[in-house]
């Protein structure tokens, strides 16, 4: 299993506006996703790729609200789901629905 610090995802100062996904698709590693949330018409950002992550720190940068930051170092398997904090969008699994 490999060992990463990658960055998560806070929901509630996530606004949607995929800044976070538009930097990290444009510099290769293509980790982020916008995820359709109930109730909010942009979505919100979550990790879909963790494994992509190279530690860069641009979606952090480029966020407005600051709701992205660096998880601490953590063991995953490479295309499985990665366990975020309580109050992160994607907690669930892949099949979150």
Sequence with gaps: MPIA???DVDEQ???GCALC???CT???PDVLRVKPVEGWKRGKA???YPERCISDGACIGVCPTHAIFWMRPMEYTAGQ???LHKNGVFDK???EG
Aim: aromatic fraction near 14%; hydrophobic fraction near 55%.
């Design 13 to 15: 100062r996530c606004i």
């Design 81 to 83: 789901p990665v366990p």
């Design 5 to 7: 610090i990658i960055p």
């Design 26 to 28: 444009a510099l290769g």
């Design 93 to 95: 699994g892949w099949e």
């Design 21 to 23: 996904v538009e930097i």
């Design 46 to 48: 979550f990790i879909f």
